[in-house]
C-alpha cells in the first residue's frame, strides 16, 4: 500500500459515511467513518488539508445535509463487489499496523467490521453444501 492508495481508501470510508447519511438523515452516526479517514491520514503522513477536503461531505451531510449531485449519484448507494471489501478491509488492517496506541488500531479494526457488515459480505461468500444444510437445520 502506499499513499496515493491510502487516499483512495480516505475517500472510500468518507463516500460510505455520506451513504449512511443518506439513508439515515443527519443524525446518522458517523464519527467512527470520520476518526477513520483521519486515522488513514495519520497512519500515511496525508497532509490534514487533504483529509479535510476529503471529509467536507460528510461534515455538511451531517450539518446542512448531503448535497443534490451527491443524493442523485446512483452509485453512493450501491454495494461492493466481495472483492473491493476484503481489499478495504485489508487495507485498513495494513493501516491499522502503522498506528501507535491500541485506540487507533481499535478503531480501524472495528471499521474494518462494519464495512463487512453494511457492505454484506457474506452475501459473496459461498457455502460448501454441509454448510448450506448446517445453516438450513432448525436450531435445538
Known amino acids: 500500500m502506499d499513499t496515493i ?48 477536503e476529503i471529509l467536507e461531505n460528510v461534515r455538511k ?20 463487489s466481495g472483492l473491493e471489501i476484503l481489499d478495504v478491509q485489508s487495507d485498513l488492517f495494513e493501516t491499522a499496523i502503522r498506528l501507535d496506541t491500541c485506540g487507533e488500531r481499535t478503531t480501524l479494526f472495528n471499521m474494518a467490521q462494519e464495512i463487512g457488515e453494511t457492505q454484506n459480505l457474506l452475501d459473496w461468500i459461498e457455502q460448501t453444501p454441509a454448510e448450506k444444510q448446517a445453516w438450513m437445520a432448525p436450531a435445538n
Open 5 to 52: 492508495r491510502a487516499m483512495e481508501l480516505q475517500e472510500k470510508i468518507s463516500r460510505e459515511a455520506c451513504a449512511m447519511i443518506a439513508l439515515a438523515g443527519k443524525d446518522a452516526d458517523v464519527s467512527n467513518h470520520v476518526r477513520t479517514v483521519e486515522l488513514i491520514g495519520k497512519a500515511w503522513g496525508l497532509s490534514q488539508v487533504k483529509t479535510e
Open 61 to 80: 451531510g451531517q450539518t446542512d445535509g448531503l448535497p443534490d449531485e451527491m443524493i442523485s449519484d446512483r452509485t453512493l448507494l450501491a454495494n461492493w
